[in-house]
């Protein structure tokens, strides 16, 4: 019998509650995340909560990482809410994204590292990005980091720089901003 995606996230709330209250220090009311949004689990470590969910137009499991006071153990109604945005996000946010990677990529890295096609090959359109990046990670900021210029971020594994990968930072109005290394951001 087949769940509606209601159901299927409403479970997932289910889990969520009941690894966040195995925890303990705080309450069901206290770790509810929007309905279109609620990671398998969410656990602390260190100064985050770390889960894994799926993000439509990302096309992808993401990981989640939100940031937390080092009292707090749960998530904010401010990051509640970018989250329950981010997951509401259009299949076209893919694309924008797309552009705004190829277009950084083609700038900035063809052609500019070692180890020639190989590392760093031509792209012959758009698209292509996707194959030289993976594990998308999200990363959504203290609440009061959270502003104009910085809403959330979305970190990739990518074949020309291994070691730090790559980082957008997205603003209030959900478009990507600005490139750096995976951490640059938060």
Known sequence: MLQSVSQLHQRYICVLALSVLAIGGCSERDILMPDDFAPASLVVDGNSLVGNGRIAWLN????????RDSDAANVSPLQRKVLGSLVKLPISKR??????LASHYQAEVFGTLSGGEAVTPKLSNSSEIWRLIRSPVVCVPLSE???EDCKFSIG?????DPEHGIEIRFDSNDAPVEVGSQGDFF
């Open 60 to 67: 992808d499991s993401v990981e989640v990482i939100v940031a």
């Open 95 to 100: 694309t924008q994204l797309e552009k705004f």
């Open 145 to 147: 980091d959270i502003d």
């Open 156 to 160: 990739f594994e990518c074949n020309w």
